[in-house]
C-alpha cells in the first residue's frame, strides 16, 4: 500500500467531510429536531457496523444485539446519574460499558459457538429478551436497575469544562447541544468506520470470511473457529456498548422499553437492507432506516389528514409494518441488500444457480 | 403439596397449549427445514378473528354457543389460508436460497402481520368472550376449571388425529417420505408444494384452535400475544427435538411444568431475591441448555450439521 488514497477518492473523502461539517448547520435550519434525528441517524450507523462484524463480516445471525447497547446505557446511567449518586467522567465510563458489554458478548458467544444459522438466531434473540427481563425486574429486593420506571436525571457527556448539554459559544460560533453530540458522534463514527475497514483485510477479517463461508473448510485450513468466532462477538458486543453509552448521555433517561427486539430487529434490517459484510451498504442502510421513519411521520400524517380527514394509521406503527415489508421484499428480490458488496453479490449468484 | 399440585395443573394446561403451538413449527421445520418465526403471529391472528367473529354474530342476536362455534370455525379457515398464502408468497421462491434468507424473511413477515393485526385490531388489550363454562372443582386442595380440562382433552384430540394424519393416511406419508429426503420423494411422485403447503395448512389450524384457547383461559387478547407464545412453542420444538411430533408434544407439556414449577417455586429458591416474574426467562434458559447439551432435543436423531 504505497499509495494509500488514489487523488480521486481523496476528492471524495474531502467532500465527504465538507458535507459532514455542514450537515448540523442545515439541519438545524429546519430545527433541532432535525439535528437531533441526524444524531440518531449516526448513532445508528454507528450499531450497525458494530452488529456488521458479527452478522456480515463473521456470519453470525445475531438477534440480540440491542442487549449490548443496553448494557452499555446501563452501565453509563448507573456510574452517571444521581441514582447511586455516582458521577464518573465519560472517558472512564466509555471503556467500562465497552469492556462489560464485551464480556456479556463473550457470555453469550461462549455457550452458542457450536452452534449455527437458525439455531444461533433464536439463541440470541432469547439472550436479548432474558437481559430485557433482568433490567426490568432488577428493582427488588435491591433496586439496581429501577425497574420499568427507568433511569433518569443521567448526566451528559463532559469533556473537560465543556458540557455537551445546551448551547455554547464561541465568539461568532453557536452550537446547540444536539449539535455538540453531533460532532462527538461523526467522531466516534468515523473511527469505527476506518476499524471496520481495516478489520475487513486484516487476518482475522479474512478469518471471519471464511468460518462465514464455510466453517468446516476454515477449520481445516488451521483457522482457531472458537476463538475467531468469540472475537466476533466481543468485538461486535464492545461497540454496542460504547453506543449505548452515549446513548444514555444524549437522551439523559432511559428504561428497558428502549432496549426491545424491535430494536434488535431494527439493526439488523439496516445491516440486512443496505448490504451484510459490505461497509458502504451498511451506512447507507442505516441512514435510510433512520431517517424513513421520520420522512413518513411528517408526510404521512399530513397526506392522510388530507386524504381522509383524519389519521387512520399513526406513523410509528406504519414505520414498523415498513421495515416487515422491506425485509421479505429484500429478501426475495435482492437477498445481497440494496448495496451489496460485490463478492457477496458474486456468492449469492452463484448459490441460486 | 397443594401448591405442587395447583402448578403441575396449571403447568399441564399452560404446556398443552405449548405443545399445539410447537406441532406447527416442527411439522414445517422436519419437512423443509424452515423455523417459521411467523407461527406465533397465526395463533394471534387466530384468536383475534375468534374474538371479531364471535362479539359481532352475539351482537347480531345468535346465542354464544352458536356464535362461538362460528367464530372458532372461522379463525381456523382463516389460518388455514394465512398459512398456505405465507408459503406460497413468502417461503416457496426461497427454497433454494441460502438458509439465513427465508429466516429473515419469516422475521419480516412476523413484524408485518403483528403491524397488520395492530391496524386492524387496535393497541388496547381486548375481552375475549367467555367462550367454555366457568365451573370450577377442587380436587385434595388445588383448582381446576371446566375451560383447563375442555382445553387438555382438546389439546390430547388434535395431536391424536395429528398423528394418526401422519403416520396412517397416504398425505401423511408424503411428508414423512418429503421430510427424509425430500427429492427422493419427488422423484417417488410426491408432490412437494402440496406437501410444504399441507404442513403449512394444518399446523396453522392447530395455531388457530391454539388460538381461541389462550384467548379463552386469559380472557384476554392482544395483537402481541403470539410473539412471546411463539418462542416458548419453539422452545419445546427443540427440547423435544424439532421435527419429531412425539417431541413436540411432550417438549410442550415439559416445558409448561418446568415453567409453572420455575415461577411456583423461584421465590423460595433464591431466597426471595428473584420472583415469579422472571417466569419468561425459564424458557429461554432451557432452549439454550438443550441446545448446548443436547442439540438433537431429548427425543430428536442426532442431526449432525443442523444444530
Excluded at chain 2, 10 to 21: C, K
Excluded at chain 2, 87 to 103: D, F, G, K, S, V
Excluded at chain 2, 123 to 141: D, E, I, T
Aim: aromatic share 10%; hydrophobic share 55%; proline share 4%.
Amino acid at each position: 500500500m504505497k499509495t494509500w488514497l488514489s487523488p480521486r477518492s481523496t476528492a471524495g473523502l474531502i467532500m465527504i467531510a465538507g458535507a459532514l461539517l455542514a450537515l448540523p448547520f442545515l439541519a438545524a435550519s429546519g430545527g433541532q429536531a432535525w439535528v437531533r434525528i441526524l444524531d440518531f441517524a449516526i448513532l445508528y450507523v454507528f450499531l450497525a457496523l458494530g452488529l456488521n462484524i458479527v452478522v456480515g463480516f463473521a456470519g453470525l445471525l445475531d438477534l440480540g444485539y440491542i442487549a449490548f447497547y443496553g448494557v452499555g446505557a446501563y452501565v453509563y446511567a448507573l456510574l452517571a446519574s444521581p441514582h447511586f449518586g455516582l458521577h464518573w467522567p465519560i472517558w472512564a465510563i466509555l471503556p467500562i460499558g465497552a469492556f462489560v458489554a464485551c464480556l456479556f458478548g463473550m457470555l453469550l458467544g461462549a455457550p452458542t459457538l457450536k452452534l449455527r444459522g437458525d439455531y444461533l438466531a433464536i439463541v440470541t434473540l432469547g439472550f436479548g429478551e432474558i437481559i430485557r427481563i433482568f433490567l426490568n425486574n432488577l428493582d427488588a429486593p435491591v433496586n439496581i436497575t429501577n425497574g420499568a420506571l427507568g433511569l433518569n436525571l443521567i448526566d451528559p457527556v463532559r469533556l473537560g469544562s465543556l458540557s455537551l448539554a445546551g448551547t455554547s459559544e464561541w465568539g461568532a460560533l453557536s452550537l446547540s447541544g444536539p449539535q455538540k453530540y453531533y460532532f462527538l458522534l461523526v467522531t466516534l463514527a468515523i473511527v469505527v468506520v476506518v476499524i471496520n475497514l481495516r478489520l475487513q483485510h486484516s487476518r482475522i477479517g479474512r478469518a471471519w470470511q471464511a468460518i462465514r463461508e464455510d466453517e468446516v473448510a476454515a477449520k481445516a485450513i488451521g483457522i482457531n473457529t472458537r476463538n475467531i468466532k468469540l472475537l466476533a462477538f466481543a468485538m461486535g458486543a464492545s461497540f454496542g456498548g460504547i453506543a449505548g453509552g452515549i446513548f444514555a448521555a444524549m437522551q439523559g433517561f432511559i428504561s428497558p422499553e428502549s432496549f426491545s427486539l424491535t430494536e434488535s430487529v431494527m439493526i439488523l434490517a439496516m445491516v440486512v437492507l443496505g448490504g451484510m459484510g459490505h461497509i458502504p451498504g451498511v451506512i447507507f442502510g442505516a441512514l435510510l432506516l433512520a431517517v424513513l421513519p421520520e420522512v413518513l411521520r411528517y408526510a404521512v400524517v399530513p397526506a392522510q389528514k388530507a386524504l381522509f380527514g383524519s389519521v387512520l394509521i399513526d406513523p410509528e406503527s406504519l414505520r414498523m409494518l415498513v421495515f416487515g415489508l422491506a425485509l421479505v421484499l429484500v429478501m426475495r428480490f435482492r437477498p445481497a441488500g440494496l448495496w451489496p458488496s460485490p463478492e457477496r453479490k458474486r456468492e449469492l449468484a452463484e448459490v441460486s444457480e | 403439596m397443594e401448591t405442587l399440585l395447583q402448578q403441575l395443573i396449571n403447568g399441564l394446561v399452560q404446556g398443552s397449549i405449548y405443545a399445539l403451538v410447537a406441532l406447527g413449527y416442527t411439522l414445517v421445520y422436519g419437512i423443509m427445514g424452515l423455523i417459521n418465526f411467523a407461527h406465533g403471529e397465526v395463533v394471534m391472528i387466530g384468536a383475534l378473528v375468534a374474538l371479531s367473529v364471535t362479539g359481532a354474530l352475539t351482537a347480531a342476536g345468535l346465542p354464544l354457543w352458536l356464535a362461538g362455534a362460528l367464530g372458532i370455525a372461522v379463525a381456523i379457515l382463516t389460518c388455514m389460508a394465512l398459512g398456505w398464502s405465507l408459503e406460497r408468497i413468502a417461503y416457496r421462491p426461497l427454497r433454494h436460497a441460502p438458509r439465513l434468507t427465508p429466516l429473515i424473511t419469516a422475521i419480516g413477515m412476523s413484524i408485518v402481520l403483528q403491524n397488520l393485526a395492530m391496524m386492524l385490531w387496535g393497541r388496547n388489550y381486548m375481552q375475549f368472550p367467555a367462550l367454555f363454562p366457568k365451573a370450577a372443582f377442587s380436587v385434595g386442595g388445588a383448582h381446576f376449571t371446566a375451560v383447563q380440562i375442555i382445553m387438555v382433552l382438546t389439546s390430547a384430540a388434535m395431536m391424536i388425529g395429528l398423528a394418526f394424519l401422519v403416520y396412517r393416511t397416504r398425505l401423511g406419508m408424503a411428508m414423512r417420505a418429503t421430510a427424509q429426503n425430500s427429492q427422493v420423494a419427488g422423484l417417488m411422485g410426491v408432490n412437494i408444494d402440496r406437501v410444504v403447503a399441507a404442513a403449512f395448512v394444518i399446523g396453522s389450524a392447530l395455531a388457530a384452535v391454539a388460538g381461541v384457547m389462550v384467548g379463552a383461559y386469559y380472557e384476554i387478547a392482544h395483537y402481541q400475544m403470539g410473539f412471546m407464545l411463539g418462542l416458548k412453542a419453539f422452545t419445546a420444538a427443540v427440547l423435544g427435538g424439532i421435527g419429531n411430533l412425539g417431541g413436540a408434544m411432550a417438549g410442550g407439556i415439559l416445558l409448561g411444568l418446568i415453567e409453572a414449577l420455575g415461577a411456583g417455586y423461584i421465590g423460595d429458591l433464591t431466597g426471595g431475591f428473584l420472583g415469579s416474574h422472571y417466569q419468561d426467562i425459564f424458557a429461554f434458559i432451557v432452549l439454550i441448555a438443550v441446545l448446548v447439551f443436547r442439540p438433537a432435543g431429548l427425543f430428536g436423531e442426532k442431526t449432525g450439521e443442523r444444530a
